[in-house]
């Protein structure tokens, strides 16, 4: 079976006003379904880069990607906005919640954009909403959270459309050591139910929660195992 992601040769350079900034400078590694990443390296590294690439955000200017068996390093705009919208889920370190909606409204947008039905989506977001322990928060708003249950609900949002792998920068970045512990350890879990995950953090304490680890100096690979 095809790996979960895995990336040949992957170059990225910016143009910053005539200047090139070699961001990742050929990059390559295979991460198999079900395996939990996390990937390393001191701020420029590239990590956010490798990240958005893999996450169909950004293209690489060289090299290519398959995620899932499939090439995507070459698709347009709306192909990949469909890969993302259908197969990835995104967990940001600022949460990205809709303020203006509910808990059990926030984990459904996703399914919302997918077509399905008002109903099933309410079904849906219900059993993330207790996947994540936040059952009793379904009518609650963003703002009437603390930060770890504002990052449980963007978690549920992003497990809602059952996707192939989950990506996530930074997602304790803006949480308490505690607290982070907590939302490692549904990380765990998700890892332990099959779920493929790629974490970027620049803290080893969090990074241990990973199986693998991959890390990047000066936009090239200096660790994967
Ligand atoms: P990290 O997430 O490890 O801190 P980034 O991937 O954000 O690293 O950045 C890697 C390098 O690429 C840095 O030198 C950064 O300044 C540059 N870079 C990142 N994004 C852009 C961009 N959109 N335009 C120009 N340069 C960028
Ligand atoms: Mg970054």
Redesign the pocket.
């Known amino acids: 079976m095809s790996a979960a992601v895995e990336f040949n040769d992957i170059e ?1 350079v ?3 006003g005539g200047e090139r ?4 400078r050929g990059v390559s590694a295979r991460f198999e379904r079900g395996s939990f990443w996390a990937i390393m ?12 690439i893999l996450g169909c955000l950004d293209r690489p200017t060289s090299g290519t990607y398959r995620l899932g068996g499939r090439d995507v390093s070459k698709m347009s705009d709306d192909a990949l906005s469909d890969i993302r919208l259908r197969h990835l889920g995104f967990v940001f370190q600022s949460f990205n919640l809709v303020q203006q909606l509910t808990v059990a409204e926030n984990i459904a947008l996703p399914l919302y954009y997918q077509g399905v039905s008002e109903r099933e989506s309410a079904e849906r977001a219900k059993e993330f909403a207790g996947v994540v322990g936040l059952a009793g928060r379904l009518g609650h708003r963003p703002s009437q959270l603390s930060g770890g249950q504002q990052q449980r609900a963007a978690i549920a949002r992003a497990l809602a459309t059952n996707p192939t792998l989950i990506l996530a ?1 930074e997602p304790t970045g803006n949480l308490d050591t505690a607290t982070s512990v907590e939302i490692m350890r549904l990380f765990a879990s998700l890892h332990e139910s099959g779920k493929t995950i790629v974490m ?1 953090t ?1 803290e080893p304490d969090i990074a241990e929660w990973a199986e693998h680890r991959l890390v ?1 100096r000066d ?1 090239l690979i200096v660790e994967c195992a």
């Open positions: 990225k910016y143009d910053v900034v070699r961001a990742l390296g001191s701020s420029g590294s590239g990590k956010s880069t490798l990240l958005s920068d970027v620049h990047l936009g």
